[in-house]
């Protein structure tokens, strides 16, 4: 009985150390012109709880930085008063087609009702 419990132990430390000492990521290459949220708000992902007003500032820093990336679209006002905003994040060459693509599913809708 103790040498099935220590071969599980063992086994189960073997592959703890291994997985921790894998990426959950790979690295990626960022790009230096697009802020951080902690640069814009001045805390990281996870440290403090963010509300609505700076969801939305740091998305206005996002498509100032990086137009080619990412647009912001308001697309109604809530109940108290606040923009609805939708965040778009791709490829250039598909961020530039957002109205064309939001057109055709328009069109789905339409035909479908």
Same mark, same amino acid.
């Given at each position: 009985m103790k040498v099935r419990f220590f071969t599980a132990?063992?086994?189960?430390?073997?592959?703890?150390?291994?997985a $921790?000492?894998?990426?959950?990521? &790979?690295p990626?290459?960022?790009? &230096?012109?697009? &802020?951080?949220?902690k640069q814009v708000l001045g805390?990281?992902?996870g440290e403090e709880i963010s509300d609505p007003l700076q969801i939305e500032r740091y998305a206005?820093?996002?498509a100032q930085a990086a137009p080619d990336r990412v647009k912001l679209i308001p697309y109604a006002t809530s109940f108290e008063g606040r923009k609805l905003?939708?965040?778009?994040?791709g490829k250039p060459e598909n961020v530039s087609r957002v109205e064309e693509v939001a057109a055709k599913l328009r $069109?789905?809708?339409?035909?479908?009702a």
């Amino acid at each position: 009985m103790k040498v099935r419990f220590f071969t599980a132990f063992l086994g189960l430390w073997a592959a703890v150390a291994m997985a $921790s000492s894998l990426e959950v990521l &790979p690295p990626a290459g960022l790009d &230096p012109a697009v &802020p951080t949220i902690k640069q814009v708000l001045g805390y990281d992902w996870g440290e403090e709880i963010s509300d609505p007003l700076q969801i939305e500032r740091y998305a206005e820093a996002l498509a100032q930085a990086a137009p080619d990336r990412v647009k912001l679209i308001p697309y109604a006002t809530s109940f108290e008063g606040r923009k609805l905003l939708l965040l778009v994040v791709g490829k250039p060459e598909n961020v530039s087609r957002v109205e064309e693509v939001a057109a055709k599913l328009r $069109s789905l809708g339409r035909s479908a009702a």
